[in-house]
């Protein structure tokens, strides 16, 4: 990928807090226009780079280029063309809605007038009007990751930075969230998106990098990642364990692979390569042999199982979304 | 949350970007930037309004204990009244403990989130600093102000006419803003606001009780003597006592004989000093 088409580059940077390393070699191209996601455990390395590349953080090694302005060198230059939303909504709390969006107009150097007719805008659109006097400190966790968004977008930005966005939001804000960052990405906008969210990344991001211990380890679409880790699986529940050695026996000859059995569910397990063809001729031969099928199902490995099989080790993500 | 469309209408207007061009161009937006953040700040003034009894209620605190408590019973040099010695120092005294909400305040700012909005703008590196100063400026405008009318109720007046009173007015608020600026680095320091706070104090008190605000300098041992006579608070309090006609307490050293260039040096060379430092230390915040 080449720095003309790429909106955000990063080049072997590193970056390490008094001996331990946060980012160790971290390398991205995030072609212009497209949401790329940034997917890893908590300590990962994700904040860490997404505030070089926001030129918050200073690096100790490397080359990072965004909006094709160098970050080391042009701070001032990317500044004017990002947006930055963090984890912790970056807005000031004791002024209201309306006022924040005006401050921070007036520092973009909008006339007063033209910061003013946009805080009501973008007010309007992220559906604050009503709170718009409101001290922004009174605010929901959902109403002011939406005003922290609003503050990002006063000037479109080339590139927007969200920083787990959606970390703490009820199922509706995270909607809307996603919803407005679509319409931002419609809009010609490129997205570097953190998340430890597996859905997430799975529902906004057109291509996922997994990071771990300060790198990117594996790159690639959320497909490609899949497949990357395994074939599809085809997982199936018989009625009566009695017939399972008989399904068993079945379903390894068609699909030639290794059949792992689970006697306590009564069910079978086993890769396939040709997704249908094998769904259609293992179910027509257990027909055949009298084998009573409870449950059937051609199954995809989740980004879950894809982060175990590249790490080596859970994801912080999983654990919360499994207890959530 | 409405759709794409409306979004692109209202985004594609201001697209343009201005970024910052020649040296004079910068200081202008650097003024205007500031000028901005300090309007910031006045307005959380006004959304807080039990800050407002805080502004007021110091300077009246101060003259009332200090002019009634320790203005009652002493006598000055040259048949003054101590308490029309004191009120100047009292004045100045009040400008000081006002780094407390200073550094407060930057510490505040500084472990917020918003900052780091602030620094991914391409706004001017200093104005989130320059707008706290001016802010402070203002602020300590009404204390004076209110000290100065509670110093007249208590039986204080300037005599040596407007033009004189005005310019002891003025150092004092010169004083001010160097101190504004060394409670916007102890702020930047200590990015914790109750931390900074309690560090303030131990540090203003001594510099309170080692100057001419209460006691003749010379009246203390040698070394400590020297130290209070050279103390920055003591040449702004002593050309206050000057400048106002109040009563003042004279001395052998240079800057007991000098108070008028040392109360403009101190200050200035104060700011020289400590603002590049702080816009610097904030340039490197969480770096």
């Not at chain 1, 995030?30 to 940034?38: F, M, R, S």
């Not at chain 2, 003054?80 to 700012?109: I, K, Q, W």
């Not at chain 2, 020297?226 to 003042?248: I, K, Y």
Request: proline share 5%; net charge neutral.
């Amino acid at each position: 990928m080449t720095y003309e088409t790429s909106a955000v580059v990063a080049e072997g940077l590193r970056k390490s807090y008094g001996g331990t390393p946060a980012l160790d070699g971290f390398d991205l191209a995030v072609p212009a226009g497209t949401v790329c996601g940034l997917l890893g455990p908590n300590g990962a390395g994700k904040t860490t780079a997404v505030r070089i590349l926001a030129t918050l953080l200073r690096f100790d090694a490397g080359h990072a280029r965004v909006a094709g302005y160098d970050v080391a060198r042009h701070p001032d230059r990317v500044r004017a063309l990002i947006g930055l939303t963090g984890q912790y909504a970056a807005v000031d709390e004791i002024l209201s809605g309306r006022q924040n969006l005006i401050l921070f107009g007036r520092l973009r150097h909008l006339p007063a007038r033209a910061a003013r007719r946009r805080a009501d805008e973008l007010l309007d659109q992220f559906g604050l009007a009503d709170a718009a006097d409101r001290s922004a400190g009174a605010y929901s966790g959902g109403m002011r990751r939406r005003l922290d968004l609003a503050a990002s977008l006063i000037t479109t930005p080339r590139v927007l930075f969200l920083d787990e966005p959606t970390t703490g939001l009820d199922p509706r804000s995270r909607n809307g969230l996603w919803e407005a960052v679509r319409s931002l990405v419609a809009d010609g906008t490129t997205v570097l998106l953190t998340t430890q969210y597996l859905e997430e990344a799975d529902q906004l991001a057109d291509r996922i990098s997994v990071v771990d211990a300060g790198r990117v380890v594996a790159e690639g679409t959320s497909a490609e990642l899949k497949a990357r880790i395994g074939e599809d699986r085809i997982e199936l529940v018989v009625r009566h364990a009695a017939q399972l050695p008989a399904a068993a026996g079945i379903v390894e000859r068609i699909t030639g692979g290794p059949v792992s059995v689970d006697v306590e569910i009564r069910q079978l397990s086993a890769p396939v390569v040709d997704r249908i063809g094998a769904l259609a001729d293992v179910m027509r031969a257990l027909q055949e042999h009298g084998v009573a099928v409870e449950d059937v199902v051609l199954r995809r490995p989740t980004l879950d199982e894809a982060f175990l099989r590249l790490t080596g080790h859970r994801s912080a993500g999983t654990r919360e979304e499994v207890a959530a | 949350m409405r759709t794409a469309v409306d979004s692109r209408r209202g985004a594609a207007e201001h697209t343009e970007v201005r970024s910052p061009a020649g040296p004079l161009v910068r200081l202008g937006w650097a003024v205007a930037d500031g000028w901005v953040m300090a309007g910031r700040n006045m307005r959380h003034v006004v959304r807080s309004p039990h800050e407002i009894i805080l502004y007021f209620s110091l300077p009246v605190m101060f003259v009332l204990v200090f002019g009634y408590v320790f203005g009652s019973g002493m006598a000055v040099p040259g048949n003054g009244n101590y308490r029309e010695f004191l009120l100047p120092g009292v004045f100045v005294m009040t400008m000081l403990y006002g780094l407390g909400a200073t550094a407060s305040a930057v510490a505040l700012d500084a472990s917020r989130g918003v900052v780091d909005r602030f620094r991914s703008m391409p706004m001017a590196r200093s104005a989130l600093l320059t707008g706290r100063a001016c802010a402070d400026l203002a602020r300590a405008v009404l204390e004076l102000a209110t000290l100065v009318v509670c110093g007249l109720l208590v039986g204080w007046r300037w005599r040596n006419g407007v033009g004189d009173a005005l310019a002891a007015v003025g150092l004092i608020l010169l004083l001010r803003l160097a101190l504004t600026w060394v409670g916007i680095l102890f702020g930047l320091l200590v990015p914790n606001p109750d931390t900074v706070a309690v560090i303030v104090f131990p540090l203003a008190f001594p510099l309170t009780a080692l100057s001419n605000v209460f006691v003749a300098p010379d009246l203390l041992p040698r070394w400590l003597g020297a130290v209070a006579a050279w103390n920055p608070l003591s040449a702004t309090v002593a050309a206050a006592r000057e400048l106002f006609g109040n009563p003042g307490i004279g001395g052998e050293s240079w800057a007991a004989q000098h108070p008028l260039p040392l109360a403009l040096g101190w200050p200035l060379l104060i700011i020289v000093l400590v603002a590049p430092l702080a816009v610097r230390r904030y340039q490197r915040l969480s770096r």
